[in-house]
């Protein structure tokens, strides 16, 4: 099991100030906010205030400040009062406020607008909060995170959506095990995904499915590990699952998913093919989920009718996916009945779930420039860790794994300290875990020091190997604060390339320093509006803050030279 964490003073830094992080609750409805109704179960307003500012565990106690959230298109800021919850095991606390859509839904009603709009909330308030949690309904909770799973595109935090079978006023309820189990994932875990928090399991979004209409363990992922398990002890992370963002591209989003031209149908014995025209032969179908028996097979029909139907559909431009109706397994051509649908061209979807399937066909469509060519090719390639392209050995040592860790790290960041680029290469090449997100004494990741180094190639080369711009080290700075404290243009402009920004915590810090360093400061992200010209000119004349600072002592966090 890694190391890897936002920040874990439980490993041994009692000196460490404790780091609050911050979470942005969406809530969007479901049984967890619902109330009893004469007509039943119904989403009542006032979360925050009802459910969890009376239970110590979601608060401390403490005098609730105001955290600015953006509440509209027009980019509105509100200050909404927080709750902040007692220390946790891993030396955090977690400052949260709770968003709530003006409509909130049995998300039964859910559908493409409703995911535009948890998309384009997060979207708004991506640089103020460390991560988010969305409240949702069980009964779409799937679909919601396929589809959210493909709309956050370049996604560099952790983004977790839960609900529960019991509403949080209920006596016996789930709700309070979820919510706090996502909240820790989100406040803790740099797991850069659309994840599922249920009962105590951590599930890749797009893997999952709901397995049960009131058990507690509702949801499972049965192609697909849990990427954590809360236990007594611990939160447990799986590292060597997590997807992580290997593009220098900033977060962005892909809200108009063509769920309207996208359809799903289940074969069953003695289906017509005359049926599965007519649903191709839908006004406007762009693309179909066909849900088959097995490793993918389907009747073929008399006289082949069936896969002619499904060839002709093809032809016509409709994109056609296989995926199974079994729970567990993978579509793949082992038999003749399965290996006709691909020779008419139905693409095989292999071990994707249906709702996955589904909402990956929409966000395709939907992509700028999408062609039949673009859409099928994609289809079978995982772009969110959506499925399983072919299974590879994992090399592991059976024991000692942590030191051997932290070894290799320690001469990582040696090769990242001198620029040795080489070096750096070769060790990421034959390193069987992931250690990017890996911290040091100091907390500081590879990314921390790469932020620093001589080489910007192994910058770089880090962020392409999907090591995370947003972790904070022991004094809660960013790799980004370190690259303009140490005044490096490129390093800076590559990290706000890779959707890097600074904390909001550390942004009194950078606006002290950028009264000297405009400039640098200025990429960085910080804008000073009153800025004197006199002040602009020492940015020419002087050469930085040490020499000229009197009086004030910033404290500039890290290991940055
Ligand atoms: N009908 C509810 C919903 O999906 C079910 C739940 O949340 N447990 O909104």
Not at 77 to 91: D, F, I, N, Q
Not at 198 to 214: E, I, M, Y
Not at 374 to 396: A, D, H, K, W
Not at 402 to 413: A, K
Request: proline share 5%; net charge negative.
């Amino acid at each position: 099991m890694g190391a890897e964490a936002i920040l874990d003073p439980a490993q041994g830094h009692p000196e460490a100030p404790i780091l609050e992080s911050r979470v942005l609750i969406i809530m969007t409805g479901g049984t967890i906010c619902m109330r009893d109704s004469p007509s039943g179960f119904i989403p009542a307003r006032g979360f925050q205030e009802q459910c969890l500012s009376r239970v110590p565990t979601f608060n401390d106690g403490s005098d609730s400040k105001g955290l600015d959230v953006v509440v509209n298109q027009a980019n509105e800021v509100k200050e909404h009062p927080s709750l902040r919850t007692p220390t946790t095991a891993y030396g955090r606390q977690i400052r949260y406020t709770v968003f709530e859509f003006e409509e909130l839904l049995d998300s039964s009603s859910i559908d493409a607008k409703g995911w535009a709009e948890i998309a384009r909330t997060i979207f708004r308030n991506y640089t103020l909060f460390d991560g988010f949690v969305v409240l949702h309904g069980t009964d779409s909770l799937a679909y919601t995170c396929s589809a959210l799973s493909f709309m956050l595109q370049n996604l560099g935090k952790p983004v977790v959506l839960t609900g529960s079978q019991s509403p949080m006023l209920v006596l016996q309820n789930d709700a309070t095990d979820n919510l706090l189990g996502s909240l820790v994932v989100a406040g803790h875990f740099m797991v850069p995904e659309v994840c599922l928090y249920f009962n105590n399991r951590l599930f890749r979004g797009n893997r999952s499915c709901k397995v049960a209409a009131s058990d507690f363990a509702a949801f499972d992922s049965p192609n697909c590990p849990p990427l954590a398990v809360t236990t007594s002890m611990r939160t447990n992370v799986n590292w060597d699952l997590v997807n992580r963002p290997r593009n220098i591209e900033n977060f962005s989003i892909q809200t108009n998913l063509d769920t309207s031209h996208v359809a799903c149908l289940r074969i069953f014995p003695g289906i017509k093919p005359q049926m599965v025209d007519a649903v191709l032969k839908l006004e406007g179908l762009h693309g179909l989920v066909l849900e088959t028996f097995g490793a993918g097979n389907a009747p073929h029909g008399e006289d082949n009718a069936m896969t002619k139907v499904l060839a002709d559909a093809i032809k016509r431009g409709i994109v056609i996916v296989n995926v199974t109706q079994c729970l567990t397994g993978s579509v793949s051509p082992v038999y003749a009945t399965g290996m006709s649908l691909s020779r008419a061209g139905v693409i095989a979807g292999l071990d994707m779930t249906t709702e996955a399937a589904l909402t990956k066909l929409a966000y395709l469509l939907a992509l700028p420039g999408a062609t039949q060519e673009s859409v099928t090719r994609n289809m079978s390639t995982s772009i969110r860790g959506e499925l399983t392209e072919s299974s590879q050995p994992v090399f592991r040592h059976p024991d000692s794994a942590l030191p051997e860790r932290i070894q290799t790290l320690t001469v990582l960041g040696y090769a990242i300290a001198q620029g040795d680029f080489a070096r750096v290469q070769e060790i990421i090449k034959t390193e069987p875990h992931w250690i990017l997100n890996d911290a040091d004494y100091s907390g500081n990741t590879p990314i921390h020091l790469a932020a620093t180094s001589p080489s910007i190639a192994i910058l770089h080369f880090l962020l392409g190997q999907g090591g995370s711009v947003h972790i904070r080290n022991h004094n809660g700075r960013t790799p980004l604060f370190l690259a303009a404290n140490a005044g490096l243009f490129e390093h800076i402009l590559l990290l706000r390339q890779s959707g890097a920004h600074l904390h909001s915590d550390e942004r009194p810090a950078a606006e002290l320093l950028a009264q000297r360093k405009p400039g640098i400061w200025g990429i960085a992200g910080i804008t000073l509006k009153q800025m004197s010209e006199r002040e602009l000119e020492g940015e020419h004349t002087e050469n930085g803050f040490e020499r000229r600072g009197k009086g004030h002592r910033v404290d500039l966090g890290g290991s940055a030279p």
